[in-house]
């Protein structure tokens, strides 16, 4: 699998592992004070996750649960649903 980009500005890309595992890296500044920029990455197993916590994740960008819920049905925009996720954590 290919990383694609998901956020060129901090250069946020993605890699499918399988149907419900991503990995999600980034560049974050690790040093407030010097501003000093490093990689970040995480893999999201959805499957680790209730659907409340996934719903906590995606509402925070504006999705509703009933569109979560579709794409879960659907098999669709689950990238989205980990980008979220990922996005959320610290």
């Not at 419900?20 to 920029?37: A, C, G």
């Amino acid at each position: 699998m290919e990383w694609k980009i998901t956020d060129p500005s901090c250069n946020q890309m993605f890699k499918k592992i399988s149907d419900n595992i991503f990995l999600f890296k980034e560049d974050r500044i690790i040093n407030p004070e010097t501003k000093e920029v490093g990689t970040y990455e995480s893999e999201i197993h959805l499957n680790e996750y209730t659907q409340d916590e996934m719903f906590e994740s995606v509402s925070s960008f504006g999705y509703t649960f009933n569109e979560m819920c579709t794409w879960i049905e659907q098999d669709y925009n689950l990238e989205l649903i980990a980008e979220c996720i990922f996005e959320m954590e610290n």
